[in-house]
């Protein structure tokens, strides 16, 4: 059964960091390109970044340059560092691998991500 967990979401100030984790389990990690995506609130949930599983990154507009996508095969995990964060983050963060149109896996919890002074 795939699992999806994700982590390291809090309160931080505008212009601070944060690092998420996804620990995933259930199924062949290396072998599927893995995502962050966002939903906040009133919004629909977008694309926040995406990592191959050879390591080639793709991110959303706004998130070039201040995020970085990363992944470890051996501990199937993927991350998503976070820096000069804006109110405009503010969002609950999840992973999952990407497909045409869709996701391949449910949803886990997410991880919520709050930027606020």
């Known amino acids: 059964q795939v699992q999806l967990v994700e982590s390291g979401g809090g309160l931080v100030q505008p212009g601070g960091s944060l690092r998420l984790s996804c620990a995933a389990s259930?199924?062949?990690?290396?072998?599927?390109?893995m995502s962050w995506y966002r939903q906040a609130p009133g919004k629909e949930r977008e694309l926040v970044a995406r990592i191959g599983g050879g390591g080639v990154t793709n991110y959303g507009d706004s998130m070039k340059g201040r995020f970085t996508i990363s992944r470890d095969n051996a501990k199937n995990m993927v991350f998503l560092q976070m820096n000069r964060l804006n109110p405009e983050d503010t969002a609950v963060y999840y992973c999952n691998s990407p497909t045409n149109g869709g996701v391949l896996w449910s949803w886990g919890q997410g991880t919520q991500v709050t930027v606020s002074s």
């Open positions: 259930g199924f062949t990690f290396s072998y599927y390109a």
